[in-house]
């Protein structure tokens, strides 16, 4: 599995960074968030440029910190690095770094008329934290999706279709695949807020079953390129957490 991780890591940089465009071409930069929903857009980083999303999420057992620094490596291409700076265990009273996550997307098809797209995402876990923390197996996991949004005048519609590929967790024999599928409506309400309803379902391999989880949530521009976030997030069946509650901001430098 380390070695998908790392294959797959020189594969984006070489298909990816060869890219590389100049941002002038577009109109007007802007933040492309990606939070506060489970769900991905097509839409990448702007051309160039380098952006920032973080925050917090905050479960009945788990505070995390996770943040995510892409790049814009083209018009259709971009890179990021995910990772949690702090994590917190509520229940074990245990704190540490979370695990990185490096990765890619890139949008393949786009029909201008009707405001549609198709984009593939992948990324790979580097276990950063250690084994003997809660919330990390200390293994490498893997991750791909196919990501299709559909535009209109007043909403965005996010679909994604997926498989995560998980290392051996603590010594459990592996690796676990989990496919899953999220699907994401956005109402643009005005051209500073936006409000938005997902609900995520991935089967679990162990134990055997299915699992759904909706969020609700909203964002807000303080400025083109800076975008505040929150929302709520509850299981739906056999969540492994109660409700989660997160917020955050994504900035264009």
Same mark, same amino acid.
């Given at each position: 599995?380390?070695?998908?991780?790392?294959?797959?890591?020189?594969?984006?940089?070489?298909?990816?960074?060869?890219?590389?465009?100049?941002?002038?071409?577009?109109?007007?930069?802007?933040?492309?968030?990606?939070?506060?929903?489970?769900?991905?857009?097509?839409?990448?980083?702007?051309?160039?440029?380098?952006?920032?999303?973080?925050?917090?999420?905050?479960?009945?057992?788990?505070?995390?910190?996770?943040?995510?620094?892409?790049?814009?490596?083209?018009? !259709?291409?971009?890179?990021?690095?995910?990772?949690?700076?702090?994590?917190?265990?509520?229940?074990?009273?245990?704190?540490?770094?979370?695990? +990185?996550?490096?990765?890619?997307?890139?949008?393949?098809?786009?029909?201008?008329?009707?405001?549609?797209?198709?984009?593939?995402?992948?990324?790979?876990?580097?276990?950063?934290?250690?084994?003997?923390?809660?919330?990390?197996?200390?293994?490498?996991?893997?991750?791909?999706?196919?990501?299709?949004?559909?535009?209109?005048?007043?909403? +965005?519609?996010?679909?994604?279709?997926?498989?995560?590929?998980?290392?051996?967790?603590?010594?459990?024999?592996?690796?676990?695949?989990?496919?899953?599928?999220?699907?994401? @409506?956005?109402? !643009?309400?005005?051209?500073?807020?936006?409000?938005?309803?997902?609900?995520?379902?991935?089967?679990?391999?162990?134990?055997?079953?299915?699992?759904?989880?909706?969020?609700?949530?909203?964002?807000?521009?303080?400025?083109?390129?800076?975008?505040?976030?929150?929302?709520?997030?509850?299981?739906?069946?056999?969540?492994? @957490?109660?409700?989660?509650?997160?917020?955050?901001?994504?900035?264009?430098?």
């Amino acid at each position: 599995m380390k070695k998908l991780v790392l294959v797959s890591g020189m594969i984006l940089f070489i298909l990816f960074g060869a890219e590389t465009v100049s941002g002038q071409i577009l109109e007007k930069k802007r933040a492309t968030p990606q939070r506060p929903a489970v769900a991905r857009s097509t839409f990448t980083t702007y051309p160039g440029s380098f952006e920032l999303e973080s925050g917090f999420s905050l479960t009945d057992k788990l505070l995390d910190t996770q943040s995510m620094l892409k790049y814009g490596a083209g018009l !259709n291409v971009e890179m990021f690095l995910m990772f949690s700076p702090y994590v917190l265990d509520t229940e074990l009273k245990s704190s540490g770094i979370g695990d +990185v996550y490096v990765g890619g997307r890139y949008r393949f098809w786009i029909n201008f008329y009707e405001d549609k797209s198709i984009a593939v995402q992948i990324w790979g876990k580097l276990p950063a934290a250690p084994a003997t923390r809660s919330w990390s197996s200390g293994e490498a996991d893997f991750q791909g999706m196919l990501i299709y949004t559909a535009v209109y005048e007043k909403y +965005v519609i996010n679909m994604n279709l997926g498989l995560t590929a998980y290392g051996s967790p603590h010594g459990v024999g592996g690796p676990d695949n989990e496919p899953f599928v999220t699907i994401c @409506y956005t109402a !643009n309400l005005t051209n500073k807020f936006s409000m938005l309803t997902e609900v995520h379902n991935y089967k679990r391999k162990r134990p055997s079953q299915n699992v759904s989880i909706g969020f609700a949530g909203f964002s807000y521009a303080f400025k083109p390129t800076i975008v505040f976030d929150a929302g709520y997030s509850f299981g739906l069946r056999n969540s492994p @957490y109660d409700w989660r509650a997160l917020s955050g901001f994504t900035i264009n430098f």
